[in-house]
């Protein structure tokens, strides 16, 4: 079969199965067509709410997947691949999250979205990274524990001056891995175009670029600018898909390391499985666990818009 045919037998399933199939934009670009939404996990969050089918299929990692159920938890919902996690939502347990409750009584816990169900039972609320300062910013509390991010804190933490932050060491082990040699050997390459990064890049980099922000933000950023060159310090999969949105420009890496092989899991072939019901792994959340850990999740799109 080809790609083309593929993809036109998922969206027939989509049809006779009632699917909605959410991908975030790190995917590859023949999934990114057959999605009923692509976008950042701020996003897809928000989508997850309305989608009218009985199933969706997550295209993503598993934090995203989980999220959907928790805030779907009448729909059938389907991670792509089941191996697909982030490690960075495994880097802390609620056993550390409650020792650090200890250490630092009083302060809201913000829990960036990347992390487990378990550990948003104990976190007061979760951002992303295109909705972390504006949510912050209106918190009442001025006393900001961040988890488990530090990076995407600390940028934070820039933009909100005016509150006290204590932050964890924890982070993308991919984005986290560019250095500021990076951005200078991408800058002397090309001198004419901007730097976009993410923010969970190290900050040494994030300081130096032209805009920082979310996937999507990085995409819409470059989409609207006047410019004509740019070199993306994000998952390298968004460089790929702006370069076929607009041809008139040059999209360059940061690094070449900046790949996620988890988001990168799943095949269109993948997706046609779940769509016949024999692939990817169902989410399955305790009515208990849903009942907890979407509180924080609540919050967010209250205070995110
Ligand atoms: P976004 O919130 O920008 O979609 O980022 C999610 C993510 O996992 C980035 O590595
Ligand atoms: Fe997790 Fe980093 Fe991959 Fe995003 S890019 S899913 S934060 S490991």
Redesign the pocket.
């Known amino acids: 079969m080809t790609v083309q045919e593929v993809q036109e037998e998922i969206r027939r399933l989509k049809k006779e199965n009632d699917i909605c199939i959410l991908a975030?934009s790190?995917q590859a670009k023949e999934i990114i067509e057959i999605a009923d939404f692509s976008g950042d996990s701020y996003a897809l969050s928000k989508l997850a709410k309305t989608a009218p089918n009985k199933t969706v299929i997550m295209c993503?990692?598993r934090?995203m997947a989980e999220t959907v159920k928790m805030l779907s938890p009448e729909k059938k919902v389907i991670l792509s691949k089941s191996e697909a996690?982030?490690?960075?939502?495994e880097q802390m347990d609620v056993e550390l999250i409650n020792q650090l409750k200890e250490m630092y009584p009083g302060y809201t816990v913000v829990a960036y979205i990347?992390t487990t169900t378990e550990l948003k039972t104990v976190c007061d609320v979760c951002v992303t990274s295109s909705s972390a300062v504006k949510i912050v910013k209106q918190l009442e509390s001025d006393n900001i524990l961040f988890i488990p991010?530090c990076n995407l804190g600390a940028y934070v933490q820039k933009q909100v001056p005016e509150k006290n932050f204590k932050l964890v060491h924890g982070?993308?082990?991919?984005?986290a891995t560019v250095t500021k040699r990076d951005v200078e050997k991408a800058r002397a390459a090309h001198p004419n175009a901007e730097l976009l990064v993410h923010p969970?890049c190290i900050p040494a980099v994030a300081e130096l670029a032209d805009y920082v922000g979310s996937t999507s933000g990085i995409m819409e950023y470059a989409k609207k600018s006047n410019k004509k060159e740019f070199i993306i310090g994000?998952?390298n999969s968004i460089a790929e898909h702006l370069q076929y949105a607009c041809p008139d420009k040059d999209f360059y890496l940061l690094s070449t390391g900046?790949v996620?092989?988890?988001?990168k899991a799943t095949t269109l072939v993948d997706v046609l499985n779940c769509c016949k019901g024999k692939g990817g792994e169902e989410i399955i959340l305790s009515d208990e666990t849903i009942k907890q850990a979407k509180k924080c999740i609540d919050v967010m799109i209250s205070l995110g818009g």
């Open positions: 975030h790190y993503g990692v934090f996690g982030c490690p960075m939502a990347n991010d982070g993308c082990p991919i984005h969970e994000t998952e900046l996620c092989k988890n988001m």
